[in-house]
């Protein structure tokens, strides 16, 4: 796959060990006939660690060999996170460490979770772009201020904290980017 095709979320060969891309910086030449570099933060799904990848536009990263499955939180422990699988109804477990970023939105009843299999192990979890949570505690609404663009702290059900627009309530769902962990809009309930 060409370095120009590679996006957030992709699973590719790097180092011979499966790599998932965390976040691409692409960085267009001020010099005429300058080659584009393409800048990758990737984590290797195996050992955990970080690595930057830098390439042209022309060359290429080999996709790695896995299976992506669909799953549902089942619980988890103090170091483990548990996950059932839809249709054949295997079970597999995470570090608790290793997917804390993923846990922060991960409720009971999300759907479109899925697990990554590469050599029949379980080595990473993806969550949907957006999620929908319950505002648990935050600040009251102020009578008045609903034509202002001011936010408050509000904690979620998973217990994240992120900034939502003063007019709303404790009880209310709304939705959450999973990428940035910024407010997106109310969802319906």
Known sequence: MNAKEIKR???????????IIESVNVQTPSARGAATLYKFRARN???????????????ALKDADFRKREVKFMYADANECFFLDQLDYNQYSLSREDISEEMQYISENLEGVRVL????ECVAVEIPVSVELRVTQCDPAVRGNSATSRTKPATLETGITVQVPEYLEEGELIKVDTRNGAFLSRAKD
Do not use: F, M, S, W
Request: glycine share 6%.
């Open 45 to 59: 799904l195996i050992t955990r660690q970080k690595a930057d990848i830098t390439l042209k536009g022309t060359e």
């Open 9 to 19: 979320g992709h699973v590719v060969v790097y180092n011979e060990a499966p790599c």
């Open 117 to 120: 299999i590469y050599n029949d």
